[in-house]
């Protein structure tokens, strides 16, 4: 899996089946409090993105940024974010 498709993935499953892989292939990588608070807060922080990314705030402002004033009322908002 590349990490494209782990950061587009929302599902907890896909980030701890993607962990026991890295570590089963690298048995280096330590599993301490550190590391498996990092990987962790990753997959929050993804989820936390997917949500805020589904907003209607999020999108006017994309929308805002990308789309000339005079335009706005012409593009609709499901046209932005994921």
Do not use: C
């Not at 993935?9 to 962990?19: G, H, L, P």
């Not at 807060?41 to 990308?66: C, F, I, N, P």
């Amino acid at each position: 899996m590349t990490d494209s498709e782990l950061y587009e993935s929302f599902d907890a499953r896909v980030w701890a089946k993607e962990f026991v892989r890295i570590v089963t292939a690298n048995p280096t990588i330590p599993t301490d409090e550190g590391t498996m608070t990092t990987w962790f807060a990753s997959a929050l922080m993804r989820g936390y993105d997917e949500h805020w990314w589904r907003t209607k705030e999020y999108k006017r402002q994309v929308r805002r940024a990308l789309v000339p004033w005079w335009k706005r009322l012409f593009v609709p908002l499901e046209r932005f974010g994921h």
